[in-house]
C-alpha cells in the first residue's frame, strides 16, 4: 500500500498549530484551487466525530465521509469510511522543536480502487499530486496561524490598555 510522507515546521507553539486544526473550516481553508470544498456535515474534531464533504475538481465531484480518531494536542488520524478511494487514512502529529516552533507530520496510506473506478483517484491522488497538495498546505497552515497569532496578540494587546 502507498504511504505518503510530508513534514514542515509551523513558528507557532503546538497548542496554536492543534487549535488552527481543530476549526470546523479547515478543510475549505487548506484546499487550494482548482480544488474546492463542499461541506455537508462536519462535527468538532473528537474522538469517533466525523466529517462529510464533497471535493470539486473543476466540474468533477468526490464525496467523502472521514471519522476521526487518536484526537489529542498532539495531532489525530482521519480515516476515510466512504469515499473515491478504497482506502485512506490519514495522520496529523504535532511535535514541538520549541516552545514557538511545531513540526507537522503528515502521513498517508492509502490505495486505490480496482478499474475505472480508481483510475481517476490514481489521477489525482498519487505521490506527485499529493506533493503538491501538501506544499500548499504548508504555506496555508503557516499563513493561517500566524493571522491568528496576530489576532491573539491583538485581542491581550486591547486587553492590557483598556481600564477596568
Excluded: C
Excluded at 51 to 62: D, H, K, S
Excluded at 118 to 127: A, E, P, Q, S, V
Amino acid at each position: 500500500m502507498p504511504t505518503f510522507k510530508f513534514e514542515f515546521t509551523v513558528d507557532a507553539p503546538v497548542a496554536a498549530v492543534a487549535n488552527f486544526h481543530h476549526d470546523t473550516r479547515i478543510l475549505k481553508k487548506l484546499s487550494p484551487p482548482p480544488i474546492f470544498v463542499q461541506i455537508h456535515h462536519f462535527e468538532p474534531l473528537g474522538e469517533g466525530s466525523e466529517a462529510e464533504f464533497t471535493l470539486w475538481f473543476g466540474p468533477l465531484p468526490l464525496r467523502w465521509l472521514a471519522v476521526h480518531s487518536n484526537v489529542s494536542v498532539n495531532g489525530f488520524t482521519d480515516t476515510q469510511k466512504k469515499g473515491p478511494l478504497k482506502q485512506w487514512q490519514h495522520t496529523h502529529r504535532f511535535t514541538a522543536v520549541s516552545p514557538q516552533t511545531t513540526q507537522v507530520h503528515e502521513q498517508i496510506e492509502y490505495s486505490h480502487k480496482p478499474g475505472l473506478h480508481g483510475l481517476f483517484t490514481r489521477l489525482l491522488f498519487n505521490k506527485t499530486g499529493l506533493y503538491a497538495l501538501f506544499t500548499a498546505r504548508k504555506w496555508l497552515t503557516r499563513w493561517y496561524v500566524r493571522q491568528q497569532q496576530r489576532e491573539k496578540s491583538t485581542l491581550l494587546t486591547k486587553n492590557q490598555e483598556s481600564p477596568n
